[in-house]
């Protein structure tokens, strides 16, 4: 992992992109489980849908993955703006990716 870290910073848009695609990967998955039948009859409500299976996924990881970072290393809250740790700069990563 720490290797990682050197290669995510000297290349932050590819990371963000990867991620990016990894959440619109998550977005076609979701489409495929069954929907309520008060949201297939309009369009907009659809939309709704699939964004908020989206978001949800989403906080789950991450909302799980900061609570494990914070855990793993109490620093990050003594030093927030300069401590950091590569699976903390990979979670900012995924979380701009969204």
Known sequence: ?????PVLKSHPGPSVLVCSLLFRVVHQLLQR?????VVKQNELHSW???NLSVSMVHSLLTGAWALIC?????ETLR???SYHT???????????GQ
């Open 79 to 81: 030093n927030l703006h």
């Open 70 to 74: 914070v855990v793993v290393w109490p």
């Open 86 to 96: 590569p699976l903390s700069y990979l979670l900012v990563c995924v979380s701009t």
């Open 1 to 5: 992992m720490d290797a990682l870290l």
């Open 48 to 50: 709704k849908w699939r």
């Open 33 to 37: 489980l069954p929907v309520p039948k």
